[in-house]
């Protein structure tokens, strides 16, 4: 295949896809490539897709995407060995239209977004791996494949080959990450029938709910586990960052195990069987972490460009902007003429303009913050727990005893200092 393409997008990801598609939609020849045997088979999500972003590139997509629920419901658990400590929101007003976000499964969902890039033009060919960017005088003019004669040319190159982005560190715009910079999550899909996650989750027709908890999940190291309903379906999963999984000695199998069987968690997964098991990393990394995404003739997206907010699990929606900005970008340089890296430099100037990079800015040194400084974790969600059982047990002690025994406490661990101290450590991280 010697045919030369507008443009050459690597990776049929929530970022890759949507580039293809507003690519194609805008009449520019687009070839997208994808290694798994199908769009969405290697790929792994905790499973919770944002409406908005999607929205934007197809309107009123919840009419015909493979969905699983809307998300009514966000809870946050802070856990402790034997209790919880929760807070959330439920709000009728996200089951219906315009809807706030959905669980989805990826394999069906990134199949059918795909599908939709092939009906605005795009050709789609899976089973191919790019081995990397051809690079001539300086400008990316193509990529080669592992098929036979199969070095392929376009205007524009479009990395979007995920995580670990190994044409992004071929081309030099990134080194090898740090491990503080990527989290491991490991993840499983438990078949259940509707019914029993309706009861269990309290739960109408075509509601969801998601749970995100912290603490004793991670088994109090830096990350989260979630708990997702589907249709059919819950989403479990576990992640802490390299870093800390070494440095805790922690296996992600084990904390997925230890997870399951939490006596807070264990009642809701009940005669649950376990239909998939799923492993990978997400670029946890942020402001600091993002690479140069636009070169001659290259421009990378999604979570090759490390365009994950990690404290609000947002990934694949930054994937699909960052998509959609990249394709402007192009389609501009295209009428143009110009290729140059100034020119895609528009992309790099639109994310930076977006809620993308400026809620990654805003977030900057919260990952860092949380991992050098373990307590926040490690002592004070057990503190909240002890404090809430404290405050919620009736002895006959009066309610201003009590709040002074549990201050007390409180302060005799840690002294009031360190607890200010702390307090105003992660005020400033997330501020
Ligand atoms: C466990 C887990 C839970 C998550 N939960 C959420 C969530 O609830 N909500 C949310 O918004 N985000 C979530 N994320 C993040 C989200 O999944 C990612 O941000 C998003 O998938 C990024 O999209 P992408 O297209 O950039 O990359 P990917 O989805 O990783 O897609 C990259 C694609 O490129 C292909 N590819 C890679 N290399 C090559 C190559 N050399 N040649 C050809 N093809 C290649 C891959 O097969 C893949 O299809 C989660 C991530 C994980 C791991």
């Known amino acids: 295949m010697s045919e030369k393409f507008d443009v050459i997008v690597v990776g049929a990801g929530p970022a890759g896809t949507a580039c293809a598609y507003t690519c194609a939609k805008n009449g520019l020849n687009v070839l997208l490539i994808e290694r798994g045997e ?13 409406r908005k972003q999607l929205e934007e590139i197809i309107p009123e997509f919840w009419k015909e995407a493979p969905l699983e629920r809307p998300v009514i419901e966000q809870r946050f658990w802070m856990l402790d060995k034997e209790s919880v400590v929760q807070f959330g929101y439920k709000g009728l007003e996200w089951g219906q239209e315009p809807y706030n976000n959905f669980t989805i499964l990826r394999a069906q969902f990134d199949q059918w977004f795909a599908k939709k890039a092939v009906e605005a033009g795009a050709l789609l060919i899976n089973e191919t791996v790019v081995k990397e960017c051809l690079v001539e005088d300086g400008k990316v003019v193509g990529v080669r494949t592992d ?6 040319f376009a205007d524009v190159v479009v990395l979007a080959d995920g995580v670990n982005s190994l044409l992004g560190k071929q081309l030099g715009f990134h080194k090898e990450f740090r491990p503080d910079e990527v989290a491991l999550t490991v993840m499983e ?6 019914d029993k996650i309706n009861d269990r989750f309290n739960l109408s027709e075509n509601q969801g709910c998601t749970i995100e908890i912290f603490g004793d999940s991670t088994k109090g190291n830096l990350g989260t586990a979630f708990l997702y309903t589907n249709k059919e379906s819950l989403n479990i999963g576990v992640g802490t960052t390299l870093s800390s999984m070494t440095k805790a000695k922690l296996r992600p199998y084990d904390l997925l195990d230890h997870l399951k069987t939490h006596p807070m968690v264990k009642p809701y997964l009940e005669g649950g069987e ?26 990378v997206v999604g ?8 404290i609000h699990r947002e990934g694949s929606n930054m994937a699909m902007s960052s998509g959609k900005m990249a394709a402007e970008a192009i389609i501009q340089a295209k009428n143009d003429g110009d290729y140059s890296e100034s020119s895609l430099n528009r992309y790099r100037e639109a994310l ?3 809620f993308i990079i400026k809620d990654l800015e805003k977030y900057k040194d919260a990952a860092h913050t949380f991992e050098k400084h373990p307590q926040y974790f490690n002592d004070y969600v057990p503190m909240m727990n002890q404090a809430a059982s404290k405050f919620f047990t009736v002895d006959g002690t ?16 840690k002294g009031r200092i360190k607890v200010l ?5 992660a005020w400033k991280a997330v501020k």
């Open 421 to 425: 101290q702390d307090l105003y450590r």
């Open 352 to 354: 930076y303009d977006s």
């Open 38 to 50: 199908y769009p969405g088979s290697k790929n792994v999500m905790g499973g919770v897709l944002y």
């Open 303 to 310: 979570d090759a460009a490390q365009l994950v907010n990690a």
């Open 398 to 413: 009066p309610k201003r005893e009590k709040q002074k025994q549990i201050m007390q406490s409180i302060t005799k661990e």
């Open 274 to 299: 376990s239909a998939e098991y799923l492993a990978h990393l997400i670029p946890e990394g942020g402001y600091r972490s993002v690479p140069k995404v636009a070169g001659n003739g290259v421009v």
């Open 189 to 194: 899909v438990i078949n259940l029938p509707k």
């Open 147 to 152: 098929r036979p004669d199969g070095d392929l």
